[in-house]
């Protein structure tokens, strides 16, 4: 098969951000006396925040009112993250750049705070971003993977997808793409059904390079 493009998560891949995502899930949440395991928080990843919190609300018995409460003080939270980057990330984005790979970002996470984190670190690096915002259906769906290799003007097969977890890997192989999996936030036996699973992104790197047969 002759792959043409990346689609990259964002949250857990393009920024190490998803451990801070879970302290202030669990600020939320504490404040209503409900307390949940990182591990499970992460399996949750990709569907978006509204999504997320009515389920996990609905899990723990909570009104209406206490969700949206709890998506406001989420939202709150995320102001004060702070943008991190994984070991040689932005070497491996650097290097795929100076070959020309069509890159986008397809994630759960809403418009107006991935374009922003874009627009400031990686401007003129990724053609295209497919948010939560511009899908009627979330992942595990394979709408947005669908979506974001149309905007790189390619099919799903043509393009290999970078995950972190796996909604978001289920949402790939939905759509028919290639998927490395990279451990920065669940074990392998969660990652299971990607075609790879990388430790690092060296290792992804070296995987993309033989993948696109870049020399």
């Given at each position: 098969?002759?792959?043409?493009?990346?689609l990259?998560?964002?949250?857990?891949?393009?920024?190490?951000?998803?451990?801070?995502?879970?302290?202030?899930?669990?600020?939320?949440f504490?404040?209503?006396?409900i307390?949940f395991?990182?591990?499970?928080?992460?399996q949750?990843?990709?569907?978006?925040?509204?999504?997320?919190?009515?389920?996990?609300?609905?899990?723990?018995?909570?009104?209406?009112?206490?969700?949206?409460?709890?998506?406001?003080?989420?939202?709150?939270?995320?102001?004060?993250?702070?943008?991190?980057?994984?070991?040689?990330?932005?070497?491996?984005?650097?290097?795929?750049?100076?070959?020309?790979?069509?890159?986008?970002?397809?994630?759960?996470g809403?418009?107006?705070?991935?374009?922003?984190?874009?627009?400031?670190?990686?401007?003129?690096?990724?053609?295209?971003?497919v948010?939560?915002?511009?899908?009627?259906n979330?992942?595990?769906?394979?709408?947005?993977?669908?979506?974001?290799?149309?905007?790189?003007?390619?099919?799903?097969?043509?393009c290999?997808?970078?995950?972190?977890?796996?909604?978001?890997?289920?949402?790939?192989?939905?759509a028919?793409?290639?998927?490395?999996?990279?451990?920065?936030?669940?074990?392998?036996?969660?990652l299971?059904?990607a075609?790879?699973?990388?430790?690092?992104?060296?290792?992804?790197?070296?995987?993309?390079?033989?993948?696109?047969?870049?020399?």
């Open positions: 098969m002759s792959y043409k493009g990346i990259f998560d964002f949250d857990g891949v393009v920024i190490d951000s998803m451990h801070q995502h879970y302290d202030a899930w669990s600020k939320a504490a404040g209503k006396n307390f395991e990182k591990e499970d928080f992460f949750l990843e990709g569907q978006g925040l509204p999504t997320i919190s009515k389920m996990l609300g609905e899990q723990h018995g909570l009104a209406e009112e206490d969700i949206l409460d709890i998506i406001k003080k989420v939202r709150y939270y995320y102001m004060f993250d702070q943008i991190k980057f994984y070991d040689y990330f932005l070497t491996m984005i650097s290097n795929l750049k100076n070959n020309n790979i069509p890159m986008a970002v397809v994630t759960g809403q418009k107006e705070r991935v374009a922003v984190i874009l627009e400031e670190y990686f401007s003129g690096v990724f053609k295209n971003v948010t939560i915002d511009d899908v009627k979330g992942k595990p769906h394979p709408e947005p993977f669908v979506k974001g290799a149309e905007m790189l003007g390619l099919g799903p097969k043509e290999i997808v970078v995950e972190n977890a796996p909604l978001g890997i289920a949402s790939a192989k939905n028919g793409c290639k998927v490395l999996a990279i451990k920065t936030t669940l074990p392998d036996m969660y299971r059904k075609d790879f699973i990388l430790n690092t992104f060296q290792e992804v790197e070296e995987k993309l390079f033989l993948l696109l047969n870049i020399q």
